[in-house]
């Protein structure tokens, strides 16, 4: 065609020849078959063209298939035969077809698959668990884009649900946010955008080549400017991102690499899943999937069974120390196995949880952190025969530990003790509490706010006098670490031992405890009525506390193997400490290394134990070995070399009678005498066992018996079976062993064992003192809105029945109201603002043992949120003028300054806000009271603070460039880019402006 353009003034006309050639398009077909067939596949061709013959390549790509691509038969037609490889896009084919005529050549990008034959085995027969709503979902590893060429039965009907992308099921796909998330993009290749869906009702069809991701947001700009488009990584973002663009059918564009294919890619804020889920009823049913491309058929017996619900247990353990928790598991699971989930919820205390196998329960470690409700994991029983599982949130609490500490001292002396406090204790404040004793003594207490105590003794002399607890409240968080102090007075000098009567314990006399350890006893001369004493006194008596070391090895306390510890220092004997500085991750390690210092003492390991083969005394002289740890926890631990079993008293043996025993202390010169005396029948031997067990429970011991056969043993009385004030008990007459079976009471029973021999005449007599305690008190802790709702089920057996512990099953409380349903469940709806105290209990109408609970309930007022407009300064009116009605913040100010402004209160409940500098979001927290009714309503509500609109002017010279920056506000981050906009205005001037980095305009005048 010709283009004239003609000068109106000069009359001159200047003629442009342009020639226009029209290319085709570069289509892409798609064909899916199964392996081992044959077929044929026709391209189409453009509109003018005349197919003359036909070319097959693989467009730089690999035949991953195997399949046999040959041109033919017809001038726009390939045959294809199918290999055994099965696979989606194995082969991206270039079919080129040539236009005999003109030489134009179409080509046609050809993306091939192979199917399965047999068809592909999709589902098979399981069985489900219920979900809690009589039905269960069954997940099918089909993604959303593909099940939906599937035909799906149920009982022969076919299902007519929707599926979602949304359900949860199989592995999760995470979108990146508002934008398009290009795949396999590789940046300067020469790409062909072909189509962009914007919308639903908006699709444009540019054919138009970018180089970057820069270019192509560039031209996005100009097609849907509203987007504010950018690039951010590989993803082409919406800087004003609107849920009309998910609607759209996304990018569609051709890329020479990383291989000739055509890309689609969604506008995405989603997560998607791998998994379709299909929702069954209770129930066995046939599931039958149909492919409605291929024909194929795919069936299952799917069974829905059980119904898990999510139960609580929430228990309380102290600090650096251990417990087991059980959860409860739905009845018909069986076969456990058990896991931790530590991911809902957030484990965060220093806590260790391990699983027990084969049961139900987790053992809990504490750590040294206090706190209620620190730690939330999911205990997770799976029932291995049927895989069903069910989880349970446990909630664990851990309260300070109780210590007892005792302080002897002189009368009439003044000290101050400190008792321990756990870590993470502040603002503290400390009392004293009778804990059930008086004070004998009449000593005098007072403490300070950091748990000190200052003791001013009397005149009273005596062992273990007062008892007392001291107790340290952190007041930020109301909880308590009780201290239990015992103290004693002294004379003078120390009244170790007093008149006495002991029991005959061997045919040669009695052994009178003396409370002194055998360092102590050294300094003393002993004399027994009136002629020392020549007796050698061993660490080995058995008397007192006892020390107990474990033999002839460093015993290696807290260890955890397989992580990484650095031996800091290592002195065996005293004569050449060593400073490694080495690692090790196990003990095998360590010893190995100990054999290359000392191979003389042939180290090995046995279980936490690193021993010598050829123990040697010289090793007690060390330091022993320091190393540092990073589990369980980063600190350093020395361990010493140790082969012993000390006491902390000595024995001193007398005959049959009474004796005078003085004590002198050869260095302070102090005596203590007392009268002892030797009785009983020196044939006999007496011994006592000492237990504690919960209500409705059996304990097996054994009591000591002389050797020999000629052993009988039975009650004192002579019985083998007989009954307490608090339960049943049995005896055998030959092994001497007790089984004693708890009521349901609780007290203490006292039983009398005799086990003989016939013909030595030689009897041991036990006594066995049972206490048998109540089942602790469980405690439950909920919240719930004003005329809100909730409830917690405690899962009774067939034969326990739930109610109040008064025997109530309903009523009416203060803030609530209650009932228990025949299910034992306890439900709950908020009447008032406060807190109800109730005890429930479940008993078991068989054995008559009770469990109760103290449950907790608080009502708190609904949350209201106050929408207020981006504003500089703002009134907003919260509430109609009320007398009774106070407003205030919640931290009960009436005005404040704030991050990023100021604001007050007038008398009518206005708020006035006055922004600073600053841009961005300010928070305020306001609650207005009922002063009548005693009622609070917390109102949190966001203020925005956007910039301000700046106007700059700018006076310079004609044909001038310079640069300037515009203005930020305070709060604004690194700017992203800087655009220049109409505003409505013409350019008048002819000028030039332009953007660079850094928010600055450059202007070319």
């Known amino acids: 065609m010709c283009v004239i353009v003609r000068d109106t003034t000069k009359g001159i006309d200047d003629t442009t020849t342009i020639i226009v050639s029209n290319t085709p398009k570069v289509d892409t077909i798609r064909d899916t078959n199964t392996v081992g067939t044959t077929t044929v596949v026709c391209v189409p061709v453009e509109v003018g063209m005349t197919a003359g013959s036909v070319e097959v390549g693989f467009c730089g790509h690999a035949n991953n298939s195997g399949n046999v691509y040959t041109a033919g038969p017809g001038a726009n037609c390939i045959t294809v035969v199918r290999s055994q490889t099965v696979g989606y896009n194995l082969d991206t084919l270039c079919i080129i077809v040539t236009d005999p005529i003109t030489g ?72 990146a946010g508002y934008n398009f998330q290009v795949i396999d993009y590789v940046d300067n290749t020469a790409h062909l955008l072909e189509e962009w869906g914007i919308t639903s009702t908006n699709t444009v069809t540019p054919n138009v080549n970018f180089n970057t991701l820069a270019d192509l947001a560039a031209y996005m700009n100009t097609v849907e400017p509203a987007g504010a488009w950018y690039v951010d990584g590989l993803n082409v973002k919406a800087g004003n991102p609107n849920s009309a663009y998910r609607a759209g059918s996304g990018l569609q564009f051709f890329s020479e690499d990383p291989e000739a294919a055509t890309y689609t890619v969604r506008y995405n804020d989603k997560t998607t899943y791998t998994g379709s889920l299909l929702t069954l009823e209770k129930g066995c049913h046939e599931v039958v999937l149909v492919d409605t491309l291929t024909g194929c058929r795919d069936t299952a017996q799917i069974c829905v069974i059980g119904c898990i619900t999510r139960d609580t247990v929430r228990d309380t353990v102290p600090v650096r120390d251990s417990a ?14 058990i896991s931790i989930l530590d991911n809902c919820g957030g484990v965060h205390s220093g806590n260790i949880y391990t699983t027990i196998a084969g049961t139900s329960c987790i053992k809990v470690v504490t750590s040294d952190t206090v706190g209620f409700n620190l730690d939330t994991v999911c205990v997770v029983v799976c029932d291995t025969v049927y895989g069903i599982c069910d989880t349970s949130t446990v909630i664990i609490s851990n309260t300070p530990k109780v210590d007892t500490i005792r302080d002897t001292n002189r009368t009439e002396t003044t000290t101050t003790l400190c008792v321990p406090i756990e870590p993470g204790m502040s603002n503290t404040v400390t009392t004293i509490v009778n804990c059930g004793h008086t004070i004998n003594s009449g000593n005098t207490y007072t403490v300070d706010s950091t748990g000190c105590i200052t003791i001013v003794r009397s005149t009273t002399v005596g062992f273990n006098l007062d008892t007392l607890c001291i107790v340290v409240t952190d007041t930020l968080t109301g909880i308590s670490d009780t201290t239990v102090g015992i103290f004693s007075n002294l004379p003078s000098c120390p009244d170790l031992i ?27 001369n002993i004399f027994i009525d009136g002629t020392k004493s020549a007796q050698q006194f061993s660490s080995r008596t058995g008397c007192g506390q006892t020390l107990v070391d474990a033999g002839f090895n460093f015993s290696v306390i807290d260890y955890v193997d397989n992580v990484p510890h650095l031996l800091e220092g290592l002195d065996l004997d005293g004569t050449a400490p060593l400073e490694p500085m080495i690692n090790f991750n196990n003990l095998t390690e360590l010893s190995t290394y100990l054999n290359t210092i000392d191979a003389a003492g042939a180290w090995f390991v046995d279980g936490l134990n690193i021993k010598t083969a050829n123990p040697n005394t010289r090793y007690r002289n060390g330091d022993g070995i320091a190393f540092f740890s990073e589990d369980p926890e980063a600190a350093t631990y020395t361990v010493r070399y140790n082969d012993k079993t000390t006491y902390t008293s000595s024995l001193l043996n007398l005959s049959i009678g009474c004796h005078k025993v003085v004590l002198v202390d050869t260095l302070t010169g102090c005596v203590d005498s007392a009268n002892v005396c030797v009785t009983g029948e020196c044939g006999i031997i007496r011994d006592t066992i000492i237990d504690t067990i919960p209500v409705g429970t059996t304990l097996d011991t054994c009591v000591r018996v002389p050797a020999g056969t000629n052993t009988v043993v039975t009650s004192c009385e002579g019985d083998t079976i007989g009954a307490g004030d608090f339960g049943t008990w049995t005896i055998n007459p030959r092994t001497g062993c007790l089984q004693y079976q708890a009521g349901p009471l609780s007290g203490t029973d006292s039983l009398c064992i005799k086990a003989c021999d016939t013909v030595k005449n030689e009897c041991i007599i036990t006594t066995v003192i049972i206490t048998v305690t109540p089942l602790p008190r469980d405690t439950i802790r909920d919240t719930i809105p004003l005329y809100g709702s909730d409830k917690y089920c405690f899962n009774p057996d067939t034969n326990q029945v739930v109610t109040a512990c008064n025997g109530a099953t309903g009523n009416a409380e203060p803030h609530i109201v209650w009932a ?103 928070t305020l927290c306001i609650v207005k009271c009922d002063t009548v009714l005693n009622k609070c309503d917390t109102i949190p509500f966001i203020i925005t603070i956007t910039p301000r ?27 992203v880019n800087t655009t220049i906009v109409n505003c409505g205005h013409a350019n008048n001037s002819g000028n030039t402006y332009s953007t660079s980095t850094h928010n600055k305009v450059v202007l070319r005048l």
């Not at 087991?324 to 196995?337: D, K, N, Q, S």
């Not at 006495?500 to 300094?523: D, M, V, W, Y």
């Open 498 to 524: 007093r008149d006495t009567t002991i029991a005959c314990s061997s045919p040669q006399g009695g052994g009178l405890c003396i409370p002194l350890t055998l360092q102590e006893i050294r300094k003393y």
């Open 820 to 922: 228990i349903n025949s299910n034992g469940c306890l439900i709950y709806t908020g009447t008032a603002i406060g807190t109800d105290e109730l005890c429930i209990k479940v008993c078991d109408t068989i054995t008559k043992v009770c469990k109760e609970t103290t449950v907790y309930i608080t009502v708190v007022p609904p949350s209201d949120t106050l929408p207020v407009k981006d504003s500089i300064v703002t009134c907003k009116l919260i509430t109609p003028a009320d007398s009774n009605v106070v407003i205030t913040s919640c931290s009960g100010q009436t005005r404040d300054t704030t991050v990023l402004g100021s604001w007050s209160i007038d008398a009518n409940g206005c708020i006035k806000y006055v922004s600073g500098p600053t841009i961005g979001n300010d």
């Open 104 to 175: 134009i050549k179409d080509t046609t990008i050809g993306i091939f698959s192979n199917l399965p034959n047999p068809c592909q085995d999709i589902l098979r027969d399981t069985v489900i668990a219920c979900n809690g709503n009589g039905q269960g979902g069954l997940c099918i590893p089909l993604t959303l884009a593909n099940i939906r060429h599937y035909n799906i039965f149920i009982d022969g009907t076919k299902s007519a649900q929707q599926f979602s992308s949304r359900t949860g099921c199989g592995l999760a796909i995470v979108d």
């Open 949 to 975: 609109v700046d106007t700059i002017r700018d006076t310079n010279y004609i044909n001038t460039t310079n640069t300037v920056c515009m203005p930020l506000e305070g709060g604004f981050g690194a700017p």
């Open 324 to 337: 087991i928790v059980c959860v409860p598991v739905e009845p018909g699971l069986t076969a456990h196995t």
